[in-house]
Nanobody
Framework: VQLQASGGGLVQAGDSLRLSCTASGRTASSYPVGWFRQPPGKERQFVASISRAGGATSCAVSVKGRFTISRDSAKNTVYLQMNNLKPEDTAIYYC??????????????WGQGTQVTVSS
């Protein structure tokens, strides 16, 4: 199944954005979910993950304390709340039914991402 990310945009440093992740035709609640991002000219990298039940989360050191992952099973949606955004957060953000931080090295079913651009 492919998950679709939405909610990106152009913001200024210090602003906040909330990204949403949904599954077409199926419920995102059936899977653990990871958020990943691909900065311009760089490899895709792990950002955060959440377990299927939502009881366990993990995030990259670079976003710890600024980004929060959560899920709303009633809405079949996983969120990535991003606060205090920095220019280095500029990237295409993807969500996937895979919580493994190593997923970018082998996972090949990426859905449509959403562009986040942070200006200084």
């Amino acid at each position: 199944v492919q998950l679709q990310a939405s909610g990106g945009g152009l913001v200024q440093a210090g602003d906040s954005l909330r990204l949403s992740c949904t599954a077409s035709g199926r419920t995102a609640s059936s899977y653990p979910v990871g958020w990943f991002r691909q900065p311009p000219g760089k490899e895709r990298q792990f950002v955060a993950s959440i377990s299927r039940a939502g009881g366990a989360t993990s995030c990259a050191v670079s976003v710890k304390g600024r980004f929060t992952i959560s899920r709303d099973s009633a809405k079949n949606t996983v969120y990535l709340q991003m606060n205090n955004l920095k220019p280095e957060d500029t990237a295409i953000y993807y969500c996937a039914p895979n919580s493994d931080p190593r997923a970018p090295s082998y996972f090949d079913s990426w859905g449509q991402g959403t562009q986040v651009t942070v200006s200084s």
